[in-house]
């Protein structure tokens, strides 16, 4: 289906989405007899960074209507700058040894169902030229707009919406989930927040899953450090060469004791 993605500012009018031929929905809202509300998806995603539109792809090509929601008046951001402007994709060798989780078994199961060679194919697919570098790391050889625009030429497939300028500013659960976003009310049967961690929020990163877990009964983890800016010992020895012949061993337990203290408190990833 030939469906043009809509990528509207939350100024605009709601359009509604043209059913995939043969796809028969399982929500009542579906019937034949029933008026579909304007607001109304079978799934909502909050963020339209990489998860948030391989989520809409995946959940369109399944039949279901779907809407994301991206509060940054751009969609991709994080993309964008990925891999030095060349994003790093995907690695040749990932493994579910690899990952870092509280139940290992789930990187095997998602590992499992989709592959490194899936996402390989679907860049293939679009004839986005890549190559390896070290140890695996796969990058576009032009620029990673080739990824973002691979993505919404996906989303346009499976007929996804998407909605930018549009921060969402309450979200409640009663049979169904109800949201506030850019003036306007939606609903819907399933709700997926992808709006990213905390760690460039300049990019558009947003503590909303944070925010609004509590209202929705959605345990959380202790958090912890996810990345941060590591420098070369190189740099590190040119750094620290004018202080050659200070006292550091009497400074040291002054600095280190305050920074001790502050590592041990949990923090955003």
Known sequence: ??????????????????????????????STET?????????????????????????GQRGRRVLILEHAAKVGGKILISGGGR?????LNVEAENYLSANPHFCKSALKRF???DFIALVEKHSIAYHERDHGQLFCDNSARDILDMLLSECREAAVTVKTGCEVTAITHQEQFLLQAGGDEYSADSLVVACGGLSIPTMGASDLAFRWRGSLAVSCCR????????????????SLSAFRGFPWRRLLPVVLTPLLKISSLPTAV
């Open 35 to 59: 008026t579909i509300p304007v607001n109304h998806h079978d799934v909502i995603i909050i963020g339209a960074g990489a998860s948030g539109l391989m989520c809409a792809i995946t959940a």
């Open 115 to 117: 592959t490194q060679r």
């Open 223 to 238: 958090r912890g450090r996810g990345w941060c800016r590591l420098c070369s010992v190189t740099v590190i020895r040119r």
């Open 87 to 91: 994003c790093n994709f995907t690695n």
């Open 1 to 30: 289906m030939n469906a043009n993605i809509e990528i509207l500012p939350h100024s605009a009018k709601h359009l509604s989405i043209p059913e995939p031929a043969g796809v028969k929905f399982r929500q009542h809202y579906h």
